[in-house]
């Protein structure tokens, strides 16, 4: 017997959180993700797509009050498929297919009542940056913000009839690892060019830069499949929120005659000092988070975004943008392996920009869909 509970009160908050804690303890590769980074997603006045969605999350008993599982179900307007589809996530479950099979027989109930078709999970009710996927290959320490889970999950998904999307690959290269030739070549190319320059973002100057970026990334990216334009004014408050763990040594921007070209952007990963908080970040938190980040080297740091506008592309300017930064900061940072956030394999076009960027696949994770109408044909994310 399972006993369903949805989560309402704060004790039940709190289990939601405590649980997978619990679950993964004797996981060396798991890190517990911050309590207000999964809270603040089920927070209405936080996430505004509670203005035209709906969520609940739920605790799955045994009959000793003991919780097996948990899961985030949604309605998202803003998520629109060819059927309407629903999705979950948070999920998390003891090794057990009947337990899973009652979870996802739960979401799928909870979603047909609500007139969805299909269910894709496990996906965020947010954007994609953040807490989408599930782990198939791959199975190290999470970077901040991506789902992490164990091995079995794969089979609990197949077996109860999911199908894989869409995957979603994450590319990585040591950071004193050879250098492709056609890069140092480029570099030596454009080096020549007086009109060319190159330089890390610094937090003094964030205004600039911030408007610099939006200029790069809507030209290189807006009219790229599901590409959305952005406003200065936004990535400008984003910058700032970034402001206490940007590294002014690893982000790019390239200039001609003082005109933004291209940008490459990356920053910490700060679940390498995380990981020592337990998921808590209150005051003393803080101050323990501020220590651990002065005196603990951080060794990993992540691709966030890499944009070349389309007068320049195919021009070998990310070569000489690549070099440049990476002689920088292989001599004034501690980092020895950059990790790019996922990219979707149907996104062939960026999937080949980071494949010329000298990285290997070292993650996949995927985003399953089940069809309620078990007749209806499966087709996978259309190609970009």
């Known amino acids: 017997m399972i006993i369903v509970e949805e989560v309402q009160n704060e004790t039940q908050k709190k289990e939601f959180l405590e649980f997978p804690a619990r679950l993964y303890q004797q996981d060396q590769n798991y890190i517990r993700p911050r309590n207000i980074d999964i809270e603040d997603v089920f927070n209405s006045k936080k996430n505004k797509l509670f203005n035209g969605g709906e969520c609940s999350r739920f605790l799955f008993k045994n009959a000793h009050n003991k919780t097996v599982g948990k899961v985030a179900v949604f309605i998202n307007e803003t998520y629109q498929q060819k059927q309407p589809t629903g999705g979950f996530g948070f999920f998390d479950c003891i090794n057990d297919q009947e337990t899973a099979n009652f979870i996802f027989d739960h979401c799928k109930n909870w979603l047909q009542l609500r007139g969805m078709e299909a269910m894709d999970g496990p996906i965020n009710f947010g954007e994609r940056d953040k807490f989408w996927g599930l782990v198939i290959e791959g199975f190290a320490e999470p970077l901040f913000g991506m789902n992490y889970n164990f091995p079995y999950y794969k089979e609990l998904f197949e077996n109860y009839g999911f199908k894989i ?9 040591p950071i004193f690892a050879e250098v492709s030739r056609v890069f140092t070549v480029m570099h030596a190319k454009h080096k020549q060019n007086p009109d060319i320059s190159a330089r890390p973002m610094t937090k003094t ?11 790069v990334y809507n030209k290189a990216w807006a009219a790229h499949g599901e590409g959305k334009c952005l406003d200065e ?45 337990n998921g808590k970040f209150g005051i003393w938190e ?24 389309p007068e320049w592309q195919r021009k070998g300017i990310e070569g000489y943008m690549i070099w440049e930064g990476t002689q920088h900061l292989r001599k004034h940072t501690d980092f020895k392996v950059t990790e790019m956030q996922w990219i979707g394999d149907f996104n062939p076009k960026m999937i080949k920009i980071a494949e010329n960027l000298d990285t290997t696949v070292t993650r996949k994770l995927a985003t399953y869909r089940y069809f309620f109408d078990r007749n209806r044909e499966f087709e996978r994310h259309p190609i970009l």
């Not at 100057?205 to 200029?215: S, V």
């Not at 970034?242 to 990963?269: C, Q, T």
Request: charged share 30%.
């Open 205 to 215: 100057h964030l205004e600039k830069f911030a408007k610099d970026f939006t200029e």
């Open 233 to 277: 004014t936004k990535t400008l408050k984003m910058f700032k929120m970034m402001k206490p763990i940007i590294n002014e040594h690893i982000s790019w921007f390239v200039y001609e005659n003082e005109k933004p070209i291209a940008m490459w952007m990356n920053l910490p990963d700060t679940n390498q000092w995380f990981k020592y908080l």
């Open 286 to 309: 803080k101050l323990k988070f501020l220590w651990i980040k002065r005196f603990k080297k951080n060794e990993k740091m992540i691709g966030i975004v890499f944009g070349v506008i």
């Open 165 to 173: 999307y869409f995957e979603q690959l994450c590319f990585s290269r």
